[in-house]
């Protein structure tokens, strides 16, 4: 394909996240093709760009933003045809995400200290199924994982959990439908401890961010991890589902002055949807994106690598 | 985002200033800011472009409607057309002749299926329908817990044949308890899936297909993004969608994925979920969606209620009176009741923006009854009598006072209050006739925003009850006419 002419991946992406792209890719993918087989840059190139950047739900602002960039070094004359235009996107494009990824905080893992990973988020984003990939991910790496079922709001969320971790084979912390997470959560801390566990991920309910008092719950289980360790939580993941719109700037936002949240976690990537709402996150609030799921399976899963999700996303090759 | 778009658009016109009809170059300035708003709601690009190419079509050329400005008229256009979009009845559920009537809710995982199969029953047994559950969600672990929580919670019954039979099955089953216990309707729980999952769209197609749902309706996030058209279009081909519920509308989101599945599919909205309470599903009301998607708070409503309600001519008529010192407690009582069919008075005042704080802060009380209490008072009066209050002497005073239960003091004051008002009305009618672009003419013309409210401002009587004097209420009306000198 006239791609791999012009695109050499720089680094090889991951096979879950390319099988899980691949679908994301192959509508815009046609587009892309014929968008820079046009002889020469103009309005209606750039029209088309923002077309397509839209429909990937990377919103109006950050769109422009990368447009003004690309528009900029064509005015410079760095970007003199549709080859180098489409060259000089996807520099911008991983450029963006790799600023918000400089602000990522190196997760240390400790023996006898857990890793505490809070997962957030509002209702329906996939957080439990996200929770089962991260521990799949730490127990791969050799580490031993307690998982704290602290969503006893929606029915049957426990349930999911504990099903998980028989899946697993990852004990669970649990209470009863209805009790006070900050309680689960202190049991978790102490149980964690006690049975020095390296991992320790915590779910909690879904809330929608125009929730204060559910947001203010959020920041009283940070107050109660942090009474076990201090430097706790080690990562806040707010747990964000690739067919997300722009509303997902407003509940990074807001998830951020409650729980401190540190990095994004992109979910539902086996769709069609693109997730470009984690563009909009990296560029107005400088969250990084630290993992990508891609379908239901616990393997389902990839550390985050921008050159590999820019490339599979809008520049992939059709053959693979 | 009320103010961004109002805003923008209201800079727009004032670069281009004002003109008695919508120019082309008026129009695609405004639209632009519309354009944008439209994506920031996260409303589907192409939808948003056939849609601004319908706004432009119907705006040029259009007359600037006296009583709004051109901003505010580009709106009132936007919404319509919106609203026109989003389909400008509501579509109730259809059941079938034979019960029971069998409704399959679709979607994608974490669109909040589960949660609203519980809502729709607990919303129709409230309706007296005795309906059946049905968990066929046999993937995410524990879905079918989920639903049996939620039925005990409720007293709804839940039918299940656990994980491990075929969800087929299990519905056409529960279809066949629901026709022999007497259940109807049947509401299913399906799977989340993608729309690219072809196992287990086929599975949803085989499922029509046995039980011939007489609803099927696709459960959307109103948070998704560009998505919810793919997403929409294909369970549409594989389904015949007969409709939509749009959900988490307690948040945020403005919900534009919604405006872009009615769009590109058609089918009418029939709910929408505002929480997790089993009680929050709501009936679909266009225009408030539109308003939403458009970011506007209620001052669109106000727009849309003042261009209903008020006729225009008759508007002109009565500033024209007005300003002659010829009007009566008969136009009076006119103007009061186009005011009052929008809505309860303290309700439309916190519309105006700013306004609602202003009351707040002055600890303004105006209520509806007081409103009452005129209207009642004018009522009682012969129509001699309201043309011409001045032959309203004391008997006729104890005569209108015992009809429209009130005390003689009240309707002495009425009077009072209206005479005074007529004197200065006639008095600003003199000066405003001298100068007529000066500012006098100008704080009457407030009306040009909303026509009804300079006799509802201008009038003693409203605001204060004439028997019970508030003080506090006269220095609320004292403010809302600065409110309206600076909002010239």
Known sequence: ?320 | MFEALTDRLTQVFQRIGRKGRLTEEDVDEALREVRRALLEADVHYTVVRDFIAAVRERAIGEEVLRSLTPAQQVIAIVHQELVRVLGSERVPLQWASQPPTIIMLVGLQGSGKTTQVAKLGYHLRKEGRRPLLVAADIYRPAAVEQLRTLGKQHDLPVYDEGTKADPVETVKHAVKVARDQGYNPVIIDTAGRLQIDEPMMQELERMAEAVRPTEILLVADAMTGQEAVNVAKEFHRRLSLTGLILTKLDGDARGGAALSIRAVVGVPIKFIGTGERVDALEPFYPDRLATRILGMGDVLSLIEKAQQQINQEEGKKLQEKLLAGTFDLEDFLRQLQQVKKMGPLTQLLEMIPGMGQLLRQQQVQISDDEYKRIEAIILSMTPEERRNPDIINYSRRRRIAQGSGTTIAEVSQLLTQFKQMQRMMAELGQLAAGRSRGPLRGLLGAGNAFPSLPGLDGFPGIGTAPARPQPAAHHGRHQSKKKKKKRR
Do not use: C
Request: hydrophobic fraction near 45%; proline fraction near 4%.
């Open chain 1, 1 to 320: 394909m006239i791609f791999s002419r012009f695109f050499r991946r720089r680094t090889p992406p991951s096979p879950q996240l390319e099988s899980g792209l691949k679908r994301s890719r192959q509508g815009i993918f046609r587009q892309i093709v014929q968008l820079f087989e046009r002889s020469q840059i103009d309005r209606e190139l750039f029209d088309d760009l923002e077309a397509l950047l839209i429909q990937a739900d990377l919103g109006v602002a950050t769109t422009e933003a990368l447009l003004e960039r690309l528009q900029e070094r064509v005015r410079r004359g760095e970007v003199r045809d549709p080859v180098e235009a489409r060259e000089a996107l996807r520099e911008e494009m991983v450029a963006l995400l790799e600023a918000a990824m400089r602000n990522r905080r190196v997760k240390i893992y400790q023996r006898g200290v857990p890793f505490v990973s809070l997962v957030v988020g509002v209702n329906g984003t996939g957080k439990t199924t996200t929770i089962a990939k991260l521990a799949r991910y730490h127990l791969d790496q050799g580490r031993t994982v307690l998982l704290v079922a602290a969503d006893t709001f929606r029915a049957a969320a426990i349930d999911q959990l504990k099903a998980w971790g028989e899946r697993l084979g990852v004990p669970v912390i649990a209470h009863a439908p209805g009790a006070d997470p900050g309680a689960v959560v202190f049991d978790g801390m102490q149980a964690a401890h006690n049975r020095g566990i390296d991992v320790l991920l915590i779910d909690t309910a879904g809330r929608l961010h125009t929730k204060s008092n559910l947001m203010a719950e959020l920041a009283k289980i940070r107050r109660v991890i942090q009474r076990h360790v201090p430097d706790a939580p080690h990562e806040v993941l707010l747990v964000i589902d690739a067919t997300t719109g722009q509303n997902g700037l407003n509940q990074a936002r807001v998830f951020t002055e409650a729980a401190g949240v540190t990095d994004i976690a992109l979910t539902k990537l086996d769709g069609t949807a693109k997730g470009g709402i984690a563009f909009a996150i990296a560029r107005e609030l400088g969250i990084p994106i630290a993992y990508v799921g891609t379908g239901e399976k616990p393997t389902d899963f990839a550390e985050f690598d921008p050159e590999a999700y820019v490339d599979a996303l809008f520049f992939g090759d059709e053959e693979d």
